[in-house]
């Protein structure tokens, strides 16, 4: 799928409108994950709006979203960078062989207080 | 009042007391839980990709049940309630994901987010009443400084919780204040403790999570109240002194009907 595809799918998945974004950094300011990003989140969008998305699709910022939706909220023009981030996300594991949490990976994260809902929601946001 | 109860998949595991308090203290104020049957697990998060259909149908399945009791449905856990409430709005607005569910599900009627999803401080607030519970209460957190912890799920996205101003909440505060306990205010209460990100990135769940508990003790909270298992877990990582109980708990303790520790 070329760029210019690949950016319409993540638009219609994400339902999200990243033109609508004036780079104000509202969105990067809420961010709790933001030091730890390599792209933060206005930057996601303007890059996902000029089809920039191959740095987007290899980068480890992918997984440190914690999908806490303080961008969205926060975003006074109603682009809400998380959905983007997601539908970003997901054309990187649904690739085969590409899950970013495997079943083999959970015996070392365990520990006795770790609670369920940890793991599924792990499971659901870095595996197809 | 009996209403249809979700209580999900680590209330019956790692957060029993969560489970166990929030049936006890309803029935101690006139409402009975009843579990729904065959009920399965949420996912944990919400998948905001409007593709994703699969995995949303336990929460279809869920709210269906309660539909058929003509019953709300509420649920005491952050996260399956972001869920169920989330995927109930997308099958209001979303006529495309309300088409394929009820393709699949084959749904002699169809099932289009009728039922109403109510959080268990919805089910406090806005049927059995705050003040109902202040006349019910001992004196057992009379002194008690507590700080409210919402974290992300509860209140975000707003326009789809509807639960209270995203920004400026205060339903757990005027819980609080009716259950005798005096409320910290504090800046952190709606900032994420990182949750999944545990399993992938523990450093950074631990720095927000500092982050959050630090702001509650210069507050001078004693104790940090949450409903989240997930947040629970991550706050208590670092919680040193600061206590970090279950709402259901703290009520219970309210109530006057919370065992004491063997």
Wanted: hydrophobic share 40%.
């Amino acid at each position: 799928m070329n760029t210019t595809d690949l950016k319409q799918e993540i638009l219609r998945r994400s339902g999200g409108d990243p033109r609508r974004g004036m780079a104000c950094g509202k969105c990067s300011a809420a961010c709790p994950s933001y030091d730890a990003m390599e792209f933060h989140p206005h930057q996601f969008v303007r890059m996902v709006n000029d089809g920039n998305l191959l740095p987007l699709l290899q980068s480890d910022s992918l997984y440190k979203c914690l999908s806490c939706m303080a961008c969205a909220e926060r975003c006074p023009r109603g682009v809400e960078p998380f959905r983007l981030i997601e539908a970003v996300r997901l054309c990187a594991v649904r690739e085969q062989g590409q899950n970013h949490l495997t079943p083999n990976d959970i015996p070392a994260l365990l520990d006795p207080d770790l609670p369920q809902q940890a793991i599924v929601s792990a499971f659901r946001k870095f595996t197809k | 009042m009996k209403v249809t109860y979700f209580p999900g998949c680590t209330l019956k595991t790692k957060a029993t007391e969560l489970d166990l308090y929030a049936r006890r203290c309803a029935e101690a104020l006139g409402v009975t839980l009843e579990e729904a049957e065959d009920w399965q697990c949420c996912g944990g998060v919400f998948t905001a990709s409007r593709d994703e259909i699969a995995t949303k149908l336990s929460s279809v399945r869920v709210l269906q049940t309660a539909f058929e009791k003509d019953q709300p449905l509420v649920t005491v856990c952050s996260a399956c309630h972001n869920v169920v409430k989330q995927t109930n709005h997308a099958l209001q607005t979303d006529s495309a994901f309300a088409e394929a569910v009820n393709r699949y599900m084959q749904n002699p009627v169809p099932y289009v987010g009728q039922t109403r999803v109510l959080h268990y401080l919805e089910l406090l607030r806005d049927e059995i009443g705050f003040d109902a519970i202040r006349d019910k209460v001992t004196d057992a957190l009379k002194g008690r400084r507590i700080a409210a912890y919402y974290g992300c799920l509860l209140l975000r996205p707003s326009g789809v919780m509807r639960m209270d101003d995203p920004e400026n909440p205060r339903i757990m505060e005027d819980l609080l204040t009716a259950m005798g306990a005096t409320p910290v205010l504090w800046a952190q209460r709606n900032e994420c403790c990182g949750g999944y990100i545990a399993m992938e990135d523990r450093a950074l769940a631990l720095s927000e999570s500092e982050a959050i508990l630090k702001n509650a003790a210069a507050a001078g909270a004693d104790t940090v109240v949450t409903a989240c298992p997930l947040c629970r877990y991550n706050l208590q990582k670092v919680a040193g002194n600061v206590k970090v109980v279950y709402l259901t708990e703290l009520l219970a303790e309210a109530l006057g009907i919370k065992e004491e520790p063997q």
